[in-house]
């Protein structure tokens, strides 16, 4: 691991030591994976515009919802993510704990919120994928309040499953059934297979208590049957009403979305197209951002999608995001080198943003603005939505 410098080296690492379903899985997107790649080519396509005079020991932290963040980035929401590493989930709470970053938990966690929020008291939220049964849902809330969790996310951009062409060329979809070519590939990869072994194939384990049996293939069932088709304005309402803690509304792509949620009680707006897992032709989420910044006025704005290093989240800030979240970086980590994994991601995450940030001239993240940002041609410095929006 000494030799390793970026984020994309523990990518190539996690894709030598994992089976290639799962790396598919966690990496992959929506189609043919076009929208994963732009929302990483935006953001690589945008140019800082550095001040010259020296600032001294740059400030890295975030206060966000009465709480203070050691970084300006945390840990996004991932299901079953424990598939990249047996206690992938884990490892995430404990290093988001440590470190003084939040980490979402997501719905369609590996394991019990109860347990994450037990390990990481002062960094977990959670993230709400809304059930057809609001009863469920209220029971799920119940449960989080009970953990301890202030803040909640509901995630508003899956309306229906995505069609996945690399996991379908895999045959890792729901409902599963082993074959061939999935055995082979478990055997090539044997400490992955002996981990997973003793620990249990991944399963939601936050849904399994409200299904007889509670094994994976019911849980799924369970999932389908239950489907909302989407999260309405009424939802969100009713969610004010429900949580008393900060709510977040996850998924925006559109300002005039980011009004309606600030009008209807949000306390922060996340952009997030999921990462390019929903649908291959949404906009990068950098190239919105502005746009959706000038919308909410000084209300928290978070980011995700693309996000594979620290320029990226100082990119981020300097567009109008509060705080950025990664969800691929600490998960190659974890399939790479376990749990020294996400260690190494989260340090050269937090070196590259202390090291952009004495680089273009700002001591402190909260600092940053679009004059940071330079403003050459569209294609040369900037995306042409972001030019235009920002």
């Not at 059934?177 to 002996?194: E, I, S």
């Not at 998924?251 to 997030?272: N, P, Q, T, Y």
């Not at 919308?295 to 290093?309: C, E, K």
């Not at 620290?310 to 979240?325: Q, R, S, Y």
Request: hydrophobic share 45%.
């Amino acid at each position: 691991m000494e030799s390793v410098s970026c984020i994309d080296d523990l990518r190539r690492a996690a894709l030598a030591r994992i089976p290639r379903f799962a790396y598919t899985f966690l990496a992959g997107g929506a189609g043919n994976d076009a929208g994963v790649r732009r929302n990483e080519e935006a953001l690589a396509r945008l140019l800082f515009a550095p001040r010259g005079m020296a600032t001294g020991r740059v400030d890295t932290s975030v206060r966000l919802f009465g709480r203070a963040y050691a970084q300006p980035f945390g840990f996004a929401p991932v299901g079953m993510a424990n598939l990249a590493w047996a206690g992938c989930d884990l490892m995430l709470a404990e290093t988001a704990q440590r470190e003084s970053l939040p980490y979402v938990i997501s719905t369609a966690a590996s394991t019990e919120l109860e347990e994450l929020a037990g390990r990481a008291p002062d960094s977990c939220w959670f993230q709400l994928y809304m059930l057809r049964d609001d009863e469920l849902n209220f029971a799920l809330l119940d449960r989080v309040a009970a953990a301890g969790i202030e803040v909640l996310v509901v995630t508003v951009d899956t309306p229906v499953r995505s069609r996945r062409n690399g996991s379908i060329r895999e045959r890792f979809e729901q409902p599963f059934q082993p074959h061939p070519r999935f055995v082979l590939d478990v055997a090539r990869h044997p400490r992955w297979a002996l981990r997973t072994a003793r620990a249990g194939m991944p399963n939601l384990m936050n849904y399994s208590r409200y299904v007889e049996g509670g094994d994976i293939h019911r849980v799924a069932a369970f999932m389908k049957a239950q489907s909302r088709g989407g999260v309405s304005w009424g939802d969100i309402a009713m969610l004010r009403r429900k949580w008393k803690g900060p709510l977040v509304v996850k998924g925006i792509l559109d300002a005039g979305d980011a009004s309606r949620a600030a009008r209807e009680g949000a306390d922060a707006v996340w952009v997030s197209n999921h990462g390019g897992r929903q649908l291959e032709s949404a906009p990068a989420t950098i190239a919105v951002l502005p746009a959706v910044r000038e919308a909410v006025g000084t209300l928290p704005v978070l980011f995700d999608s693309g996000v594979r290093g620290g320029e990226d989240i100082v990119k981020a800030g300097a567009l109008g995001a509060t705080m950025a979240f990664c969800g691929r970086a600490p998960i190659f980590g974890a399939a790479a080198f376990g749990a020294a994994g996400v260690a190494k991601a989260h340090a050269v995450l937090a070196d590259e943003v202390r090291t952009t940030l004495a680089q273009i001239g700002c001591r402190r993240f909260g600092d940053l603005s679009p004059a940071f940002i330079h403003r050459g041609e569209p294609g040369q410095g900037e995306p042409a939505e972001a030019a235009r929006a920002a």
